[in-house]
C-alpha cells in the first residue's frame, strides 16, 4: 500500500490536502480481499465513506485507489504524520497487512501586506472636479510590522505614515485629489519591515477617467417662406460633439411642437 499527500505543506492556521491511497496485490497467484483500510488520522476509510466499499484485487491487474480530501491545521512547524493500514485476506484466508505514511507539515505564514486604492468617483468631468481616493492596508502575516508608509507619486496627497500595523490589523486613509482635467491612472505602494529585518510591500492602482460631455443641435433652413396656411419644413440634426455616449436624449421646440423627438 501506498499513501501520498498533495500538497505536503499548508500555510498557517491550515488548508485542504487531497490524500491517495493505493493497495496493490504483490501476489503472483492469489486474489487479495480488501476487507479494511483504516488511517490514524481520518478513521475507517471503508467505514466511513471516505473510500469504497472492499473489492477483490486480482494479481497482476490494476490495483485499488482512493482519494478523498480532508484539513491539516496548525501552527508553523506542526507536521501531521497520517499512517494507513491496508488489511486483507488471500484465496487461502491468511491474513494479510501493509502500511504507509504519508506527512504534511504546516509552515509558518511569511509576513506579507496587501494594499487597495479606490477612486470615488471614478468617472469626472474635464472642468476639473476633485476624486477622493481610499487607500486600504492590511497586515496580512503573522508578525508585526513596523516604519509602514505609503507613497504614491501621482498623488502625494496620499502619502502617509502608518508606523506599526498589528498581525491582522488594517488602516484606512481618504486622501482628495483637487483640480483633475485629464484622464490618469495612480499607483499607491506601501513598504514595511518586520522583526526578521527584510521588508515587505504592495502596491495597487486607481484609475480616473476624464469626461468632456457634449451635445450639438442645428435647425435648418435658418429662415424660410411659406404662404398663410402653408406647411414649413425643418430639419433637425442633433449631434454628440463629446467624448462619451449620451443617453436620455430628447428635442423639444416650443413654437414648432411638431418637432419635438
Not at 101 to 127: C, G, H, N, W, Y
Not at 152 to 157: E, G, Q
Not at 202 to 212: R, Y
Amino acid at each position: 500500500v501506498t499513501k501520498r499527500a498533495n500538497p505536503v505543506t499548508v500555510t498557517e492556521p491550515g488548508g485542504d490536502v487531497t490524500f491517495e491511497v493505493v493497495v496493490y496485490n504483490t501476489s503472483p497467484s492469489d486474489r487479495l480481499v480488501l476487507t479494511s483500510l483504516v488511517d490514524n488520522v481520518h478513521g475507517d476509510l471503508l467505514a466511513n465513506g471516505l473510500c469504497q466499499p472492499p473489492i477483490t484485487l486480482f494479481p497482476g491487474r490494476d490495483p485499488y485507489r482512493c482519494s478523498f480530501t480532508a484539513e491539516v491545521s496548525g501552527s508553523g512547524g506542526y507536521e501531521e504524520r497520517n499512517t494507513v493500514v491496508a488489511s486483507g485476506t488471500d484465496d487461502d484466508n491468511v491474513a494479510v497487512e501493509a502500511s504507509d505514511e504519508a506527512s504534511v507539515t504546516v509552515i509558518d505564514r511569511p509576513p506579507a501586506m496587501s494594499l487597495t486604492k479606490q477612486a470615488q468617483p471614478e468617472q469626472v468631468f474635464a472642468s476639473g472636479e476633485p476624486v477622493t481616493f481610499t487607500i486600504i492596508v492590511t497586515n496580512t502575516g503573522d508578525t508585526v510590522l513596523n516604519n509602514v508608509a505609503v507613497t504614491d507619486p501621482l498623488a502625494p496627497v496620499c502619502d502617509a505614515t502608518i508606523g506599526v500595523l498589528a498581525s491582522g490589523a488594517s488602516t484606512s486613509d481618504d486622501c482628495t485629489v483637487t483640480g483633475v482635467t485629464a484622464d490618469f491612472s495612480t499607483l499607491a505602494d506601501v513598504v514595511g519591515t518586520h522583526p526578521a529585518g527584510g521588508t515587505v510591500s504592495a502596491s495597487d492602482t486607481a484609475d480616473v477617467d476624464v469626461i468632456a460631455p457634449a451635445i450639438d443641435v442645428q435647425k435648418t433652413p435658418d429662415s424660410q417662406q411659406v404662404v398663410t396656411g402653408g406647411t414649413a419644413d425643418f430639419t433637425i440634426t442633433v449631434t454628440n460633439t463629446g467624448d462619451v455616449a449620451l443617453t436620455n436624449v430628447v428635442v423639444t421646440d416650443a413654437l414648432a411642437p411638431a418637432c419635438d423627438t
